[in-house]
Every structure is written in structure tokens, then in C-alpha cells.
């Protein structure tokens, strides 16, 4: 991908964060992805020094869906909601840190 492609990518991340958890009026876990959009972009993208195998990435999905899950089951009619919003939140920790694979076309490799 392009630098600038990849910016606009994180920056647009970043952005729905921000007003997501604007909108629930917390900062966690929401708020979080921010700092981890910004480190994920140097780290994953720009250095390679941390890029989470595909075997981590399906453990921490059945993990989301778990937290997700328990939210869930356990909160009023509001927390059933946000629930769904936690859980892509969780699911785009995991795919900011994923490894790319680019194949010799330059998209993802399947």
C-alpha cells in the first residue's frame, strides 16, 4: 500500500474511535484504539517489528467474541447495543496488527 493510502486508512480508524466514543461518552475500551491505530501504523506497517500471526489473530477473534458475548448477557437494553459496537472495536485491534501478506499483485495474499 501506499503511504498515503495507509495514513488515510489508520487516520479514518482513528476517526470513527474518536467519535464512537464520543457518542457512548466513555473512553474505554473505545478510546483506546487511537494510541493503538498510531503505534500499530510505525510498528506493523513501517518497521515489521510486531505482526501478530494468523493463529494469534483467530484466538484473540474467539476472545473478542467472548468479552463481546458476556457483555451481552449480563447489561440492560443499552449495553446489548454497545456490545456490538465493543466487539468491532475488539475485531479492529486484531486487524490493525495482522500480518500482511502482500502477494507479487500486490493485494492480499488468500
Known amino acids: 500500500m501506499t503511504t498515503v493510502f ?3 486508512i489508520y487516520c479514518l480508524v ?3 474511535s474518536l467519535i464512537l466514543a464520543a457518542a457512548e461518552g466513555a473512553t474505554f475500551p473505545t478510546g483506546l484504539t487511537v ?3 498510531l503505534s500499530a501504523l510505525f510498528v506493523t506497517e513501517r518497521w515489521k517489528a510486531i505482526r501478530l500471526p ?3 489473530a483467530n484466538a484473540l477473534g474467539f476472545l473478542a467474541f467472548g468479552l463481546a458475548t458476556a457483555e451481552f448477557l449480563t447489561g440492560d437494553i443499552e449495553a446489548r447495543l454497545v456490545s456490538g459496537a465493543h466487539l468491532l472495536v475488539y475485531l ?3 486487524i490493525i ?3 500482511s501478506n502482500l502477494g507479487s499483485t500486490g493485494g492480499y495474499a488468500c
Do not use: G
Request: charged letters at 5%; one cysteine or more.
Open 97 to 99: 496488527f495482522l500480518e
Open 14 to 16: 482513528c476517526l470513527a
Open 35 to 37: 494510541p493503538l491505530a
Open 54 to 56: 494468523a493463529i494469534w
Open 92 to 94: 479492529t485491534w486484531i
Open 6 to 8: 495507509q495514513i488515510s
